[in-house]
């Protein structure tokens, strides 16, 4: 795309917002979309500069002031992540640069990543690479974080009660679009590039939805029976919901909870779409709500996809590891242990509760569930790798579900299921 002054532009003042932190970036480009009424070429390269400076903004930062002289501006960001990351040369950029840019711009190309430190090299604040050197190698933190410096693909999920995969795949592939099966969910489709669909037939009539594989693999470890009496605790916008709707076949009883007013509204519109009529979306105040305590001991599934740190979806979510911190994170922990503990009181003997997050970070994870089984010995840990094979599904796991987009091209998830005994 020709690069000019206007288009330079509109991506600094997108930019500069972002940076600022007040919101999440997606919310700022939704934003500055609504106030800048401009065509789609330019929404593109808005969208995806911002991202990649966010994606890349430690290395970038650091080239910004390489010469002693520069600042880490928006407009000097953009002009680094052009030169060093987004196939544009000296010669395209040459007509928008000032006095001393062009020399400062061959100093950014010939930074050697190799040669910073591991922070920068990984794309991490120092606060995370700490946290992850508790438990992992600084080449598998490395491989980690080049792994977040990409974007994600765009999966979907098909709507069993609706449509079968092999359907929905050869209507989108007739559509010419490239489309192929995951791996691993056998409900799910990953489109290579990322075309708007909700306005797309098969989306309006509720035969697929978007959803990540990795979070279509926590609805199959739960593994909900037709008739089940089940709870999705922290329903969200109900993306989660849905699919175990789906795997019931639209019987039994699905309790969505949520302490947003809006995300259930959200769910709602959706439910409309997807056929389902076995789902009751409930607000709550919070987890010891008077709906929890009426349902304790009835229940037969629970999911707790807890409030965490999101550290998994930085693909998605770039801007996710300047926002938190690790006073955020124990922040988290102290609700992540509240809500699992009030989740577990609803299920019945022989039930089972899946704890799952999107963060990478032990403490958010097995620390919680460590601590959750020495306080509860009624309940016990299946091995993940045995619930994914007795659902058919060939993922070598074991104890917990731990998938991260290096290994398994999913957002990083993390997943235990608990059983009650007694």
């Known amino acids: 795309m020709l690069l ?34 401009i065509g789609s070429n330019e929404r593109k390269l808005v969208a995806e500069t911002l991202f990649g400076v966010l994606r890349h903004r430690l290395l970038l930062e650091h080239a910004c002031t390489t010469d002693g002289k520069g600042q880490a501006t ?58 992850l050197r508790l438990h992992h190698s600084d080449e598998e933190i490395l491989a980690l974080g080049e792994s977040m410096q990409h974007p994600a693909p765009l999966d979907l999920r098909v709507n069993s009660l609706l449509a079968n995969r092999d359907e929905v795949l050869q209507s989108l592939q007739a559509e010419g679009l490239s489309a192929t099966a995951t791996p691993y969910s056998p409900y799910g489709i990953r489109l290579k590039d990322k075309p708007a669909l909700n306005k797309h037939a098969l989306f309006l009539t509720g035969k697929f939805e978007v959803q990540d594989e990795g979070s279509q693999l926590l609805g199959l470890l739960l593994a909900p029976k037709r008739n089940d009496m089940v709870v999705d605790f922290c329903a969200g916008a109900g993306g989660k919901t849905l699919m175990l709707g789906a795997l019931m076949n639209s019987q039994g009883r699905l309790y969505a909870w949520d302490i947003s007013e809006k995300r259930l509204t959200n769910l709602k519109q959706r439910l409309k779409r997807s056929g389902l009529s076995n789902v009751q979306p409930q607000l709550i105040a919070h987890e ?21 740190s999101g550290l998994g979806t930085l693909r998605r979510n770039p801007d996710l590891k300047f926002r938190q911190s690790p ?96």
């Open 4 to 37: 000019t002054e206007y288009r330079l532009d509109l991506v600094v003042q997108a930019v500069r917002a972002a940076l600022k932190m007040d919101h999440p970036a997606d919310a700022v480009l939704r934003h500055f979309f609504q106030e800048e009424r």
């Open 74 to 131: 928006a407009r000097r960001m953009a002009l680094a992540y052009w030169m060093r990351f987004g196939g544009y040369n000296l010669r395209e950029l040459q007509p928008l640069l000032r006095p001393q840019e062009a020399e400062w711009l061959r100093g950014v190309k010939a930074i050697r990543a190799e040669e910073l430190l591991l922070p920068l090299q990984a794309e991490l604040p120092q606060w995370i690479v700490d946290k």
């Open 288 to 308: 010891n709500d008077q709906k929890v305590k009426r349902l304790a001991g009835k229940i037969d599934r629970v999911l707790v996809d807890a409030p965490c």
């Open 327 to 422: 006073q955020s994170v124990a922040e988290l922990n102290g609700k992540q242990r509240a809500i699992l503990d009030s989740a577990a009181r609803l299920l019945k003997k022989g039930g089972r509760l899946v704890y799952a997050t999107c963060s990478l970070l032990q403490e958010e994870n097995q620390d919680i569930v460590t601590a959750f089984l020495s306080s509860h010995p009624e309940f016990s840990l299946l091995p993940a790798g045995e619930v994914l094979k007795q659902q058919h599904i060939d993922l070598p796991m074991g104890d917990y579900l731990q998938l991260t987009p290096r290994q398994h091209d999913t957002d990083g998830f993390f997943a235990a299921v608990l059983e009650r005994a007694t």
